[in-house]
T-cell receptor
Framework: GQNIDQPTEMTATEGAIVQINCTYQ??????LFWYQQHAGEAPTFLSY????GLEEKGRFSSFLSRSKGYSYLLLKELQMKDSASYLC??????????FGIGTKLQVIP | GAVVSQHPSRVICKSGTSVKIECRSL??????MFWYRQFPKQSLMLMAT?????????EQGVEKDKFLINHASLTLSTLTVTSAHPEDSSFYIC?????????????FGPGTRLTVT
């Protein structure tokens, strides 16, 4: 089975940087995803990590350490529209993707 | 990028009736599609894995006779909620993976909000 932990809520200021952490335990790791989900909408893909290290994509970056079972999503130059839930999800070798509870980020002026 | 569509986007039905939700991959073929359910303020919970041409694989606690899944083609999977009850009211989301040699992303449909009265 898989177990995924991430904070339930965070608040950050517009223009700032925020880091959302995710720790996981899995029997067979085959990639970690970050998704953004606005209320009432389906998740949208942000990033994918399967090897250790940092993946940067514009204002968003994602880091993975497989030995520590740890990932973070880094959001820079925060904008009000970044207020959303951020879901950490882990895929196992059977291609099954399990989602964490999600971190609700509130960006304030 | 790849697109997954769902129909309908919203449905209201009476208790005891059945509702069918369609999930289509629009520009890629998917031998495997996934059905998730999301209750308010909760994360996505995998209900079942839909396999083209074979039976779906259901997660523990999900009634296969209540949630019927048919994956008749490489671009279409359907979820039928049979004899729906108010507790089945939820946001149902499908996803599919583009199974090309260099692809890894899992694409999500826009979701179907089911309300059972």
């Amino acid at each position: 089975g898989q177990n995924i932990d991430q904070p339930t809520e965070m608040t950050a200021t517009e223009g700032a940087i925020v880091q959302i952490n995710c720790t996981y335990q899995t029997s067979g790791f085959n990639g970690l995803f970050w998704y953004q989900q606005h209320a009432g909408e389906a998740p949208t893909f942000l990033s994918y990590n399967v090897l250790d290290g940092l993946e940067e994509k514009g204002r968003f970056s994602s880091f993975l350490s497989r030995s520590k079972g740890y990932s973070y999503l880094l959001l820079k130059e925060l904008q009000m529209k970044d207020s959303a839930s951020y879901l950490c999800a882990v895929r196992d070798r059977g291609q099954k993707v399990t989602f964490g509870i999600g971190t609700k980020l509130q960006v304030i002026p | 990028g790849a697109v997954v569509s769902q129909h309908p986007s919203r449905v209201i039905c009476k208790s005891g009736t059945s509702v069918k939700i369609e999930c289509r991959s629009l520009d890629f073929q998917a031998t495997t599609m996934f059905w998730y359910r999301q209750f308010p303020k909760q994360s996505l919970m995998l209900m079942a894995t839909s396999n083209e041409g074979s039976k779906a694989t259901y997660e523990q606690g999900v009634e296969k006779d209540k949630f019927l899944i048919n994956h008749a083609s490489l671009t279409l999977s359907t979820l039928t909620v049979t004899s729906a009850h108010p507790e089945d009211s939820s946001f149902y989301i499908c996803s599919a993976r583009d199974e090309g040699p260099t692809s890894y992303e899992q694409y999500f449909g826009p979701g179907t909000r089911l309300t059972v009265t």
